[in-house]
């Protein structure tokens, strides 16, 4: 489906179909949100330098559990064991919150160190994975909007309006051990640009 964005960050007439059969047109979204969502690079890096503020990595969440459906894209089966992980990145000094993620991660396929600094929960997986040096590979497998009104996971505050979202997959090797899911509030992109 985004294979376009396997090698490239651009595709001509700028409208991908997602997997829900829905055409989004990339081109007209806010440059930097573009980026976001074709990105294999770390994302809270990436918004501290457009923002040009400290963010912070809140924990809103975390817990081992057995998996409820198939995700077959890391041969993960139902009553499989994962740690599921819900966080915001959020602007120290704005307090705007830029993304949300949630994360299903098959800590057992990751070395040890890693496995536990994910356990702690105190940084975002993308700068631990560079912190740690431990080489990935990242794989855009779907982009989407929302229009929701829900609670935030872990919290009681809420988000509404319209949401950008991406979900990928983290390979190390060439195993898929993580799926992410991020959520970017539209109107905060289209302040800045």
């Known amino acids: ?26 081109a007209a979204m806010p440059p930097i949100l573009r980026t976001l969502l074709v990105t294999d690079g770390t994302v809270t890096k990436t918004l501290e ?16 559990q057995a998996l409820e459906e198939d995700v077959e894209e890391m041969s993960c089966r139902k009553g499989d064991t994962v740690l599921r992980r819900n966080v ?17 991660i098959k800590t057992q ?35 989407y909007r929302e229009i929701k009104q829900e609670v935030v996971p872990g919290s009681s505050s809420y988000y509404c309006g ?19 899911t991020e959520k970017f509030p539209y109107r905060l992109y289209i302040k800045k640009g």
């Open 1 to 26: 489906m985004l294979d376009c964005f396997k090698a490239k960050g651009y595709i001509a007439g700028g409208i991908i179909t997602n997997k829900r059969d829905e055409s989004l047109d990339i």
């Open 49 to 64: 330098a457009y923002y040009w503020e400290p963010l912070m990595v809140e924990q809103l969440g975390q817990h081992e």
């Open 88 to 104: 915001c990145i959020r602007g120290v000094e704005s307090g705007d919150i830029y993304a949300y993620a949630t994360s299903i």
């Open 109 to 143: 396929d990751l070395p040890e160190q890693i496995s536990e600094q994910l356990l702690q929960g105190k940084i975002g997986i993308g700068e631990l994975l560079r912190e740690m040096g431990l080489e990935t590979y990242r794989q855009v497998a779907d982009i």
């Open 162 to 180: 319209e949401l950008i979202c991406r979900t990928y997959y983290i390979y190390v090797g060439h195993n898929p051990v993580i799926q992410v």
